[in-house]
């Protein structure tokens, strides 16, 4: 079959020959993909993007190598016999060529419009946007797989739902694409994230303000930096909302996201650390109370200059699907589900002796670290322990190293330093951003730090010989190790968040 003169140039040969690769390359990796079950994000970048790409480049050069052909010929007073002029169906020659046109077209449509489909899910699955930047973002892949919201897609919090929101999030990828490219990234990634859509169009998709949520029960187990590790629970009753489904959202934490009310404050920095301004509004009545820290009020000019911000899900629920625990947390989870060994002796105090001492350049290098500072402690204080339980030892540096490479990646410097979490109130402010009994109006309320706001204490001690409260009462706090002075009066955080050092 004769093809038009104009396309026997090189650019059209090339184009040709870029177009028949790619597809076949395409049809190659897929099988490969489906029937035998091979390759990973990589593989479906270059399945649905780059040879795609570069198969509609190879098209897009077939016609390009034929208009500069007939331009050449035109500029040189030659003639291409009329090849584009005239149209004649009931030339056999003509007929095939527009059948083939056609049919071609037809084909390429298809395999554009199947291509388009699986590349939009692509760029969409969690495997495109944890695996494919692998340094830049193994730390926020890593804890989302280790959070409660681990079977949620990425996009359906980081884009959500429209059009409008996929196109801009794809030309924001771009940007994102160049920064690892150029390795112009920050390390550690900066939060709170800015152009996160708010909280009502993506969270209150599964959990809206209008269902009720009933108190529960919350267990935690501790273990004391002593020789014994001894063992402290406690027992909280959590008052998410009434105690009454009838009450619905009028008490409890989640008051906080009451229709009926709005909260607005005015944070002194990007972080959301410090909050010296707070206004209550109710929206049913039209009553507005402004507290301000009588400690640390802010002044005209800063005030003027603030973010004033309505307080959402993600004010309180900063770190939802990547949450970076402190060493005593993680550590204490890994002693609770058997990873270290709970009878080791001083074991929780020297791991947490190790972690806030040393400097962490590489993961290689915290495992060096670990390994020769606690066999070499053993050996020095316990050399019984050293000689006959040396697969405990070895059990617990697995344990802690576990616990590590889940809240700790020093390559973009992500970890619990970097990344405060606002629930609770033990290793940073947290609640006590504003719930700190300094908050005040100008009547005289107070934003109150009272514990039994957000929970009762049912259980507490150790498990031998716990405290119990009595029915449908609570217990007031009583802290593990012995403190002297007003310590009540402070927040947990000033010595739990560097409890160690």
């Known amino acids: 079959m004769k093809l038009p003169k104009s396309y026997y140039n090189s650019i059209s040969f090339i184009g040709t020959i870029v177009a028949i690769l790619s597809l076949l390359l395409i049809v190659f990796l897929f099988v490969v993909a ?26 897009i050069l077939i016609p390009l190598g034929m208009w500069l052909t007939a331009r050449r010929v035109k500029r040189q007073g030659t003639d291409l016999k009329g090849q584009w002029n005239v149209l004649d169906l009931n030339n056999s020659r003509h007929r095939n060529a527009v059948l083939v046109f056609s049919f071609g077209t037809l084909i390429f449509l298809m395999l554009t419009s199947f291509g388009s489909y699986e590349a939009f899910h692509y760029t969409e699955s969690n495997e495109f946007c944890g695996t494919l930047c692998h ?25 959500g739902p429209g059009a409008d929101w996929y196109v801009r999030s794809k030309l924001s990828g771009l940007y994102q694409v160049y920064s690892v490219l150029t390795k112009k990234y920050p390390q550690p990634i900066e939060t709170p994230i800015h152009n996160l859509r708010p909280a009502r169009i993506t969270c209150e998709q599964c959990h809206w303000p209008e269902k009720f949520y009933p108190n529960r029960l919350k267990v935690e187990k501790h273990y004391l930096a002593d020789e014994s590790n001894s063992q402290w629970d406690i027992h909280l009753r959590m008052l998410i909302s009434s105690e009454h489904t009838a009450g619905g959202l009028n008490e409890g934490v989640h008051w906080h996201i009451n229709p009926n009310v709005k909260i607005e404050y005015a944070p002194l920095d990007n972080k959301r650390e410090s909050i010296p301004w707070v206004r209550y509004i109710d929206l049913l009545t039209g009553d507005t109370i402004i507290y301000v820290d009588s400690e640390n009020p802010i002044d005209d000019s800063t005030f003027a200059a603030a973010e004033i911000r309505t307080m959402d ?23 609770a589900s058997g990873e270290i060994p709970r009878d080791l002796p001083e074991i929780k105090m020297k791991a947490m002796e190790i972690f806030y001492a040393e400097t962490f350049e590489t993961k290689e290098a915290a495992q060096q ?66 719930h700190n009994d300094r908050h005040t109006s100008p009547t005289g309320k107070v934003i109150s730090k009272d514990c039994n706001l957000c929970h009762t204490i049912l259980k507490q001690g150790p498990p031998e010989a716990p405290e119990v409260a009595p029915y449908d009462g609570a217990l007031e706090f009583q802290h593990p190790v012995k403190l002297k002075g007003n310590w009540k009066e402070g927040s947990c955080s000033e010595c739990h968040r560097y409890l160690y050092q």
Not at 143 to 156: D, I, P
Request: hydrophobic share 35%; charged share 20%.
């Open 135 to 159: 340094k830049v973002m193994e730390p926020e892949y890593t804890t989302y797989h280790n959070s409660e919201h681990a079977h949620v897609k990425c996009t359906e919090c980081h884009v």
């Open 34 to 59: 489906v029937v035998l079950d091979k390759g990973g994000s990589y593989l479906g970048l270059f399945i649905y993007i780059v040879l795609p790409a570069l198969m509609v480049i190879g098209l």
């Open 369 to 434: 670290i670990f390994t020769e500072q606690i066999n070499t402690f053993y050996e020095e204080n316990y050399p019984e322990v050293f000689s006959g339980r040396k697969a405990d030892i070895d059990k617990a540096i697995k344990g802690i190293m576990a616990g590590f490479n889940r809240n700790y990646f020093p390559y973009m410097k992500a970890n619990w330093d970097a990344y405060p979490d606002h629930i609770g109130h033990m290793e940073y402010e947290g609640c006590f951003r504003c």
């Open 313 to 335: 899900c993600m004010d309180c629920h900063n770190r939802p699907s990547h949450k970076y625990l402190v060493p005593q947390e993680f550590f204490d989870r890994s002693m």
